[in-house]
């Protein structure tokens, strides 16, 4: 059997067996009822969630040594990521089978992402630096507006916690890695603070062999000749975050945040290769609580994405979008367990860019309320939301989500929602391509899960359809994007954790079933999603030593709208280790892809073969 689908089979019969949420370090894997989660932009335990919701926090992201977000995030229940070459090159996430800008992604709170292409530089955001990842699975537009329609993605950066204490981080690994990382940061009676600084860099590796035949004129990957660029591809990076907080009182409190990330980026094309880019992340939030059921608070931010691009050392153009937004929410409780939440959002999108724009900014401003309660074993939750948005006037969403618990262990939920994107610049004012005239994208979402929480094991099994109306494509007739499509995707998540004689193990298997439902790729399957995938996390400790693996498998998937161009499954396995030589001092390893599997989640861009790092860490508690 080849070595993909035996780990795929491993992956999936363990997940079966004993499958959600990776390993934790210092929780036990039953412990969710003190998990907090935002997703519906109130703090509430994972236990009462409604919406489908995977936490991963500060313990599991050290103990998992991910190299970066989308390495932490990659096959986990819902995701399916496509990579164009390793380490910095850009990366785009699928949620539950929609589209790569269908993911709305905060930072601290704030809204993240490049208003021209619509993306997430999820290769840009630094891992080190985030202390929690919270993944919300399903249409949320009714409390956040345009973009969610698969689901929410939150990070949220490094809160530090007890006395003054440093860390240092020294990393090294293959392909010439090296990286080093410097912070502190401690809490008082009535404030706290924090900073890190982090540099990386690797040769990476030959990011694409890419495809150009000048006769056919037939491309993929990055255009160019094959294999006639196969040198190494490298990355460079220094990150900052700055953050802190105060409480004047038992009212009112302020806290702020800053987040930088300059890129150096190599990659292989005839027009661009390298690109300097910025990911900058700066926000604050004042919160007054004048009572046990009152709560104001305002937040407000810039997001800033660029990137200067270049021919060898010839400058080849730049992009720079800015994303200010603001939001005003108030928390009422108006009975015992019960809680109506309203709100005001702000938010503006500005480019600037060597390329002419017709538009250049646009503003969207919108007012959402939300209803939660609980009755004995019952939950409900209710949201509506109005957008006023600049270029395409009113639109309304809501939701509405059940739950209830039963026989001691389960609980049955159930809900329905709508949600919409909004063009994007490119889409809508590119030069020769944009089309002004588009339409936002719409959906409706119904879900249906089931749960088993356990003093040591927990299993859930959540199923959706999504219907998504005027998806947004390339239209040969006009030579212009247009909505010309309509998409059906079903999907089910399965996904568990248990703790096993000091064993933990957790994992999840995904099945999604996309579908073109109209044009004239009617029955065609959407673009590189997998339809089956599978995570499994397994860890232990003995003493100060510390062992685990990591296993992924994703199935085949097809590049191309058209199912022309079809990319294999395939299946990873990391080992990990970990020694405590003193409370403060400790030292990783891992082995990434041991068995060198060779695949692509983009044609034409490879991925890394067999790779070694190790982080030696030190970081005293406090």
């Given at each position: 059997?080849?070595?993909?689908?035996?780990?795929l089979a491993?992956a999936?019969a363990?997940?079966l067996?004993?499958?959600?949420?990776a390993?934790?370090?210092?929780q036990?894997?039953?412990?969710?009822?003190?998990?907090?989660?935002?997703?519906?932009r109130t703090?509430?335990?994972v236990?009462?969630a409604?919406?489908?919701v995977e936490?991963i926090?500060?313990?599991?992201?050290r103990a998992?040594q991910?190299?970066?977000l989308?390495?932490?995030l990659?096959?986990?229940?819902?995701i399916?990521i496509?990579n164009?070459?390793?380490q910095?090159?850009?990366?785009?996430?699928?949620?539950r089978?929609?589209?790569s800008?269908h993911v709305?992604?905060?930072?601290d709170?704030?809204?993240?992402?490049?208003a021209?292409?619509g993306?997430?530089?999820?290769q840009?955001l630094?891992?080190e630096?985030?202390d929690?990842?919270e993944?919300?699975?399903?249409?949320r537009?009714?409390l956040?507006?345009?973009?969610?329609?698969?689901g929410v993605?939150?990070v949220?950066?490094?809160?530090?916690?007890g006395?003054?204490?440093?860390?240092?981080?020294?990393d090294?690994?293959?392909?010439d890695?090296?990286g080093?990382g410097?912070?502190?940061?401690?809490s008082s009676?009535?404030g706290?603070?924090?900073?890190?600084f982090?540099?990386?860099?690797t040769d990476g590796?030959n990011?694409?062999y890419?495809?150009?035949?000048?006769?056919t004129?037939?491309g993929?990957?990055c255009?160019?000749?094959?294999d006639s660029?196969?040198?190494?591809?490298?990355?460079e990076k220094?990150?900052?975050?700055?953050?802190?907080?105060?409480?004047?009182n038992e009212?009112?409190?302020?806290?702020?945040?800053?987040?930088r990330?300059?890129?150096d980026n190599?990659?292989?094309g005839?027009?661009?290769d390298?690109s300097?880019?910025?990911?900058?992340?700066?926000?604050g939030k004042?919160?007054w609580?004048?009572?046990e059921r009152?709560?104001?608070h305002?937040?407000?931010?810039?997001?800033?994405d660029?990137s200067?691009n270049f021919?060898?050392?010839?400058?080849a153009?730049?992009f720079s979008t800015?994303?200010?937004s603001?939001?005003?929410q108030?928390?009422?409780?108006?009975?015992q367990?019960?809680?109506?939440?309203?709100?005001l959002?702000?938010?503006?999108d500005?480019?600037?860019?060597?390329?002419?724009?017709?538009?250049?900014?646009?503003d969207?401003?919108?007012a959402f309320?939300q209803?939660?309660g609980?009755?004995?074993?019952?939950?409900?939750?209710a949201s509506v939301r109005?957008?006023?948005?600049e270029?395409?006037g009113?639109?309304?969403?809501?939701?509405?989500?059940w739950?209830m618990?039963?026989?001691?262990?389960?609980?049955?939920?159930a809900?329905?929602?709508?949600?919409?994107?909004?063009p994007?610049?490119n889409?809508?004012?590119f030069?020769?391509?944009?089309?002004?005239n588009l339409?936002?994208?719409?959906s409706?979402?119904?879900?249906?899960?089931l749960?088993?929480?356990?003093?040591?094991?927990?299993v859930?099994l959540?199923?959706?359809?999504?219907?998504v109306?005027?998806?947004i494509a390339?239209?040969?007739?006009?030579n212009?994007p247009?909505?010309?499509?309509?998409?059906r995707?079903r999907?089910a998540e399965?996904?568990?954790?248990?703790t096993v004689?000091?064993?933990t193990?957790?994992?999840a298997?995904s099945?999604?079933?996309t579908?073109?439902?109209?044009g004239?790729?009617?029955?065609?399957?959407?673009?590189?999603?997998?339809?089956?995938?599978?995570?499994l996390d397994?860890?232990?400790?003995f003493g100060n030593?510390r062992?685990?693996?990591t296993?992924?498998?994703?199935?085949?998937r097809?590049?191309?709208v058209?199912?022309?161009?079809?990319?294999?499954?395939?299946g990873t396995?990391d080992l990990?280790?970990?020694?405590a030589?003193t409370p403060a001092?400790?030292l990783?390893a891992?082995?990434?892809?041991v068995?060198d599997r060779d695949?692509?989640?983009?044609?034409?861009?490879?991925q890394?073969?067999?790779?070694?790092?190790l982080?030696l860490?030190?970081?005293?508690a406090?």
């Amino acid at each position: 059997m080849p070595i993909h689908r035996l780990t795929l089979a491993v992956a999936c019969a363990a997940a079966l067996a004993l499958p959600a949420t990776a390993f934790a370090q210092d929780q036990d894997a039953t412990d969710l009822d003190q998990v907090v989660v935002t997703s519906n932009r109130t703090a509430v335990s994972v236990n009462d969630a409604l919406t489908p919701v995977e936490v991963i926090d500060s313990a599991q992201i050290r103990a998992s040594q991910a190299r970066s977000l989308p390495d932490l995030l990659r096959g986990r229940a819902g995701i399916s990521i496509a990579n164009q070459g390793g380490q910095g090159k850009l990366t785009t996430l699928f949620l539950r089978g929609s589209e790569s800008d269908h993911v709305l992604v905060l930072v601290d709170g704030i809204r993240v992402g490049s208003a021209t292409s619509g993306l997430t530089a999820f290769q840009d955001l630094p891992i080190e630096m985030i202390d929690r990842v919270e993944i919300v699975r399903g249409p949320r537009s009714s409390l956040y507006g345009a973009d969610a329609i698969g689901g929410v993605i939150q990070v949220f950066t490094r809160r530090d916690r007890g006395s003054f204490a440093p860390r240092i981080r020294l990393d090294a690994g293959s392909h010439d890695t090296q990286g080093y990382g410097l912070g502190f940061g401690g809490s008082s009676e009535r404030g706290w603070f924090g900073a890190d600084f982090q540099h990386s860099r690797t040769d990476g590796i030959n990011a694409c062999y890419g495809l150009f035949d000048p006769v056919t004129f037939e491309g993929g990957g990055c255009f160019i000749a094959r294999d006639s660029q196969p040198d190494r591809d490298g990355y460079e990076k220094d990150a900052l975050s700055l953050r802190g907080g105060v409480s004047f009182n038992e009212q009112w409190s302020l806290e702020g945040h800053a987040l930088r990330n300059e890129g150096d980026n190599e990659y292989d094309g005839d027009f661009t290769d390298r690109s300097e880019t910025v990911q900058q992340v700066i926000g604050g939030k004042l919160r007054w609580r004048p009572s046990e059921r009152v709560d104001l608070h305002l937040t407000a931010g810039r997001n800033e994405d660029s990137s200067d691009n270049f021919l060898g050392d010839a400058p080849a153009g730049f992009f720079s979008t800015d994303r200010d937004s603001a939001t005003l929410q108030g928390d009422f409780g108006i009975a015992q367990n019960q809680l109506v939440s309203v709100g005001l959002d702000w938010l503006r999108d500005s480019v600037d860019a060597s390329t002419p724009y017709d538009e250049t900014e646009r503003d969207n401003k919108a007012a959402f309320v939300q209803y939660q309660g609980r009755f004995g074993a019952q939950s409900l939750e209710a949201s509506v939301r109005n957008d006023d948005n600049e270029q395409f006037g009113n639109h309304t969403t809501g939701s509405a989500a059940w739950g209830m618990a039963f026989a001691e262990h389960w609980r049955v939920t159930a809900g329905y929602g709508t949600a919409f994107k909004a063009p994007t610049f490119n889409e809508l004012y590119f030069p020769f391509f944009g089309n002004p005239n588009l339409d936002p994208e719409e959906s409706e979402t119904w879900e249906l899960g089931l749960a088993w929480r356990g003093d040591a094991f927990n299993v859930h099994l959540d199923t959706f359809q999504t219907d998504v109306d005027d998806l947004i494509a390339f239209d040969i007739s006009i030579n212009l994007p247009n909505n010309v499509e309509e998409a059906r995707i079903r999907g089910a998540e399965l996904g568990a954790d248990a703790t096993v004689a000091d064993w933990t193990f957790a994992g999840a298997i995904s099945y999604v079933d996309t579908e073109n439902r109209s044009g004239f790729f009617e029955g065609n399957e959407l673009a590189r999603r997998a339809k089956n995938s599978a995570r499994l996390d397994v860890d232990r400790a003995f003493g100060n030593f510390r062992v685990g693996l990591t296993a992924v498998g994703e199935g085949a998937r097809y590049d191309d709208v058209a199912n022309t161009r079809r990319l294999g499954g395939y299946g990873t396995l990391d080992l990990r280790a970990e020694y405590a030589f003193t409370p403060a001092w400790s030292l990783q390893a891992r082995a990434a892809n041991v068995f060198d599997r060779d695949y692509e989640t983009v044609a034409f861009y490879n991925q890394p073969g067999r790779e070694w790092y190790l982080t030696l860490r030190y970081a005293p508690a406090n």
